[in-house]
């Protein structure tokens, strides 16, 4: 027995059989494993998220899940983010099978990358994400919106937003380190300064989060690389739209 504790379960159905939630329901009762959240994940999968303070509870759950012909149980963990908004949105944020800690999203999936950044930014310490898309395709918005999520206020160190905006300096508010911190990484590198460098290596090295737009530009053109972003975001229109960054610099002259 301890401090109470969330698990993620998620199962998939064979045979969905009337009556079947209501007998996995039941059996977690008589366990008194508390239902949380419960939602169907990508057609015949169903996800919940669990909480009780014996995790004996949860081993017993899965052996007698084991034993129910009508599903096969495909998790049975402590809950990771992907799996909390997976329940949440009834969908799997699309993630690269090869490179992990790269995920893809879609316009239409704007709520869902909203609520994957807002997550995100509540976590505390140091973290740098890259936000690869298209010019106007919704990237600075939702890094806005995520910010409000997670009630904390954005700082701009350089952006298209408006017009071009390269910061040399920033008041002690603008840099408290609980901000989320803005940088397009093409105005930083291609379009900046030596005063603004300088203060993007300062921030850069906050206990902070910071969200970088267009980062493989930002690595190509700076002392920073890949392994210093702990994740890779890509919004894209559709899932077929090519990234293509050699149409960035016309772009970005029409903004000035």
Excluded at 164 to 191: A, H, K, W, Y
């Amino acid at each position: 027995m301890g401090d109470k504790q969330q698990w993620y379960l998620e199962y998939t159905i064979h045979k969905n059989r009337p009556g079947l939630l209501g007998d996995i329901a039941s059996m977690l009762g008589m366990l008194e494993v508390n239902i949380l959240t419960i939602n169907g994940v990508e057609g015949k999968t169903r996800g919940m998220l669990l909480e009780t303070d014996d995790e004996r509870k949860i081993k017993l759950l899965g052996d007698m899940l084991d034993t129910v012909g009508s599903i096969t149980v495909s998790a049975l963990r402590h809950p990771k983010l992907v799996d909390i908004l997976a329940v949440r949105h009834g969908r799997y944020i699309d993630r690269d099978s090869d490179d992990l800690k790269t995920f893809r999203f879609t316009r239409d999936e704007l709520g869902l990358l909203v609520d994957f950044l807002g997550e995100l930014f509540k976590r505390e310490g140091h973290q740098v994400i890259g936000l690869r898309g298209m010019p106007r395709v919704g990237k600075t918005e939702s890094i806005i919106a995520g910010s409000v999520c997670a009630m904390k206020h954005w700082t701009f160190v350089s952006s298209t937003l408006l017009r071009q905006t390269v910061r040399s300096q920033m008041s002690e508010e603008e840099c408290n380190p609980s901000n989320v911190f803005i940088i397009d990484g093409i105005v930083s590198t291609l379009r900046s300064n030596e005063k603004h460098y300088q203060l993007l290596q300062n921030i850069m090295s906050m206990p902070s989060t910071k969200v970088v737009e267009h980062p493989d530009v930002f690595m190509k053109e700076s002392d920073y690389g890949y392994d210093d972003f702990d994740i890779i975001i890509e919004l894209r229109n559709n899932p077929d739209e090519e990234i293509v960054y050699d149409t960035f610099v016309t772009v970005y002259n029409e903004d000035v």
